[in-house]
Every structure is written in structure tokens, then in C-alpha cells.
Antibody, heavy 117, light 110 residues
Framework: EAQLVESGGGLVQPGGSLRLSCVAS????????MTWVRQGPGKGLEWVAN????????YYVDSVKGRFTISRDNAKNSLYLQMNSLRDEDTAVYYC??????????WGQGTLVTVSS | QSVLTQPPSVSAAPGQKVTISCSGS????????VSWYQQLPGTAPKIVIY???KRPSGIPDRFSASKSGTTATLGISGLQAGDEADYYC???????????FGGGSKLTVL
């Protein structure tokens, strides 16, 4: 059975950094586009970034460009999100998802990032 | 302000049908396939419609969807209490070169 498990969330001060990880099991990450989506407290879904199968195509939402970096290690079946210069408005549950627009779309349970002093 | 516009809330009685609209532009809905996601309280989103009108395996045929121009619509018939959730539309935006979601619609089964 496919499973995505996010980790790395926590409390960080404004201007700080965090690295989120998403480990896949039950399938090969190398076959899928992967996406990070976040959801602020009481808010809707916000698409953050995605990366294609061999990391040759990467896209970001404008609000995180220059601060966040998405990457993957297919050998480790893992997806990452390096988040620098964190702001209060980055506070959210961060979900990783495979094939977000496909019939095989699957989401992890999310990891909470809280940016606060 | 979301790129895609959905009604904040919709409601209907058990057994009835409800529709949720998702309005965009030629850069997103008008030029790309639309997906719909169900988010039950306290859980991760789950896709219920992909490619405008297709249901993934395991999604009941009570869920249907269509797209016309720059508007997509999700329909849920035979409403059940378990359908109470937030529903989001999503697609790619060619101008932004990014994914976009609607603001979400909270479905209440009366």
C-alpha cells in the first residue's frame, strides 16, 4: 500500500530555517511528479512547489521563490523542502503529494510548521 | 484571494444533490484539466475527480463533474452525512507556471 510520511516540522523563529522530508513507501517515487501543498490554520489549500521525476523541472509559487527549495532523492525514495527566511505567514501544515492531478494522486498526513517568536 | 473562485459554503438535505462551481480563466481552467479534492475534518485531502470528469478507483458514481470554458462544476448526488467536508478545485496555471486551488467550499448536509 502506498504511503507518504512527512517529517521535519516544528516551531521556528521568524528568519529561521527548516528542512521537511517526505518518505515514500509502497511505490517508487521516481515514477511521479511530486508536490508540496500547505494549509494555514483555518485556511484553504495553497500549492507551494513541484518537481518532476528526474528533477529537471521545478516550479514554485511566487511567495516562496528564493526562500524555499524543493528537491528529491529517488534512491532514498524521498522528497524534501528546504525552507529558509521563514515568515509568520509560512505557518501551515505542509503536505507532500504524488501525482496531484492524476488518478493515482496520494497525499501524506502532513507536518506542522509554526513560525513564531 | 484565490486564483480560482468557489462559493464558501453549500448545503443540501440528505439524499439531495448539490453542485459546487469553480471559476477561473483561460490561463488555468480554460487551458488545463481540473481536479477536485475532498478534505474531511482533520484529514489530508483526497482526490475525487481528475481530468475534469473522471473518478479514481473507489470514488462512488454519486460524484460527477464537468467543465465548460473557464468554469468547472462538481456534483454530489444522494448526499450522505459522510460527505460533509471541504471541497477544493485545482489545476495548473500557465501564466503563473504554478498550481492553483480554489478557496474551498464547505459542504453541509442538513
Amino acid at each position: 500500500e502506498a504511503q507518504l510520511v512527512e517529517s521535519g516540522g516544528g516551531l521556528v523563529q521568524p528568519g529561521g530555517s527548516l528542512r521537511l522530508s517526505c518518505v515514500a513507501s509502497g511505490f517508487s517515487l521516481s515514477s511521479y511528479w511530486m508536490t508540496w501543498v500547505r494549509q494555514g490554520p483555518g485556511k484553504g489549500l495553497e500549492w507551494v512547489a513541484n518537481i518532476n521525476e528526474d528533477a529537471s523541472k521545478i516550479y514554485y509559487v511566487d511567495s516562496v521563490k528564493g526562500r524555499f527549495t524543493i528537491s528529491r532523492d529517488n534512491a532514498k525514495n524521498s522528497l524534501y523542502l528546504q525552507m529558509n527566511s521563514l515568515r509568520d505567514e509560512d505557518t501551515a501544515v505542509y503536505y507532500c503529494s504524488r501525482g496531484i492531478y492524476s488518478s493515482t494522486s496520494y497525499w501524506g498526513q502532513g507536518t506542522l510548521v509554526t513560525v513564531s517568536s | 484571494q484565490s486564483v480560482l473562485t468557489q462559493p464558501p459554503s453549500v448545503s443540501a438535505a440528505p439524499g439531495q444533490k448539490v453542485t459546487i462551481s469553480c471559476s477561473g480563466s483561460s490561463f488555468n481552467i480554460g487551458g488545463n484539466s481540473v481536479s477536485w479534492y475532498q478534505q474531511l475534518p482533520g484529514t489530508a485531502p483526497k482526490i475525487v475527480i481528475y481530468d475534469n470528469d473522471k473518478r479514481p478507483s473507489g470514488i462512488p458514481d454519486r460524484f460527477s463533474a464537468s467543465k465548460s470554458g473557464t468554469t468547472a462544476t462538481l456534483g454530489i448526488s444522494g448526499l450522505q452525512a459522510g460527505d460533509e467536508a471541504d471541497y477544493y478545485c485545482g489545476t495548473w496555471d500557465n501564466k503563473l507556471s504554478a498550481g492553483v486551488f480554489g478557496g474551498g467550499s464547505k459542504l453541509t448536509v442538513l
